[in-house]
């Protein structure tokens, strides 16, 4: 079970930061994605880390301004979003498989066993 938080209403050039906690398996055995979906669009990816932390990929619309992390220790991975921007206004869900993917297939929703409920961004211009 994945329980994203830390959406909110935010201004423009502010930061947030999400979190996800998973429960009921062994964190440090999944990749982990972040994806959201805006309104009247279709769900796209943002962002990608392996299991250990040693791999992490970007959707080139938040490389620069998003990062992601995670604390195995905690069952938890981050998103920090930096600069927002009105455009990254979506809902927010974090996603898990029990195995690394190669750059190729990270962006493919289908590929990720696990969803979030997700969590609201919202930011005003």
């Known amino acids: 079970q994945l329980q994203a938080s830390g959406g909110g209403l935010v201004q423009a050039g502010d930061s947030l930061r999400l979190s996800c906690v998973a429960s009921?398996?062994?964190?440090?055995?999944?990749?982990m994605g972040w994806f959201r979906r805006a309104p009247g669009k279709e769900r796209e990816f943002v962002a990608y880390i392996s299991t250990s932390g040693g791999s992490t990929y970007y959707a080139d619309s938040v490389k620069g301004r998003f990062t992601i992390s995670r604390a195995n220790a905690r069952d938890t991975v981050y998103l920090q979003m930096n600069s927002v921007k009105p455009e990254d206004t979506a809902v927010y869900y974090c996603?898990?498989?029990?195995?690394?993917?190669?750059?190729?297939?990270?962006?493919?929703?289908?590929?990720?066993?696990?969803w979030g409920q997700g969590t609201q961004v919202t930011v005003s211009s």
């Open positions: 996603a898990a498989r029990p195995s690394n993917l190669a750059m190729t297939f990270v962006r493919r929703p289908n590929l990720y066993d696990y």
């Open positions: 009921g398996r062994t964190f440090s055995n999944y990749a």
